[in-house]
């Protein structure tokens, strides 16, 4: 039987169509049955329907500075589709305690950065003004801190010489889209 996930976007989604392509694999360990987003314009959510998968936007804004109760919702929606693990692909919120609570050891994030190196946002460019010889990305459990959650798994580039945030973040997602299913394979395979 195969995990029922839910995978979460707030964009184009790149990640979660690796996930997607992964679990077209008959002994991959899991299915998306549903992708979120917080942006019913996500160009995610497009994809996926084509994919025949729904797409389920829960829109952030009706609900203010209320974040829980916006958080509170999707887990309805979530609850509802019997999911059992959520996957966030360059879903660009900060959670709440209390969803991290709810979905505690059954959800993962990717990160464009070698954590705990570089959490939040401007990874590459952080990552070149440093002078760091590498960058990457990395799988963890999310936790109540952002990006502070325990490693799952790294992938690591090198930063060329006149490399700039962009050329880098090209490298970078190419290793994304490699290590993200693979992690996922991996955890669900040993729950």
């Not at 160009?43 to 974040?67: M, N, Y």
């Not at 879903?91 to 959490?119: A, C, F």
């Not at 590459?124 to 760091?132: L, M, N, P, T, V």
């Not at 963890?140 to 580039?157: C, F, K, N, P, T």
Request: aromatic share 6%.
């Amino acid at each position: 039987m195969k995990t029922r996930i839910a995978i979460f976007i707030s964009g184009r989604g790149s990640n979660m169509m690796a996930l997607v392509e992964a679990a077209k694999a008959p002994d991959f360990p899991a299915e998306c049955v549903v992708v979120v987003s917080n942006d019913p314009a996500a160009a995610g959510l497009e994809w996926a329907t084509s994919q025949g998968i729904e797409a389920l936007a829960v829109d952030h804004r009706p609900f203010g500075k209320d974040r829980e109760a916006h958080e509170r919702a999707i887990d309805t929606e979530l609850r509802a589709r019997g999911v059992e693990f959520i996957c966030l692909a360059g879903y660009m919120r900060i959670l709440t305690p209390w969803l991290v609570t709810q979905w505690e050891g059954r959800m993962i994030n990717i990160h464009p950065s070698l954590l705990p190196k570089y959490k939040g946002l401007h990874t590459h460019e952080r990552a070149i003004d440093a002078g760091d010889a590498e960058a990457g990305c990395s799988i963890h459990w999310v936790s109540a801190g952002v990006d502070e959650g325990a490693l799952i798994a790294q992938a690591r580039v090198p930063i060329l010489e006149g490399d700039t945030p962009d050329t880098l973040a090209a490298r970078v997602l190419t290793e994304e889209h490699r290590l993200y299913p693979a992690a996922v394979r991996d955890i669900l395979t040993k729950m």
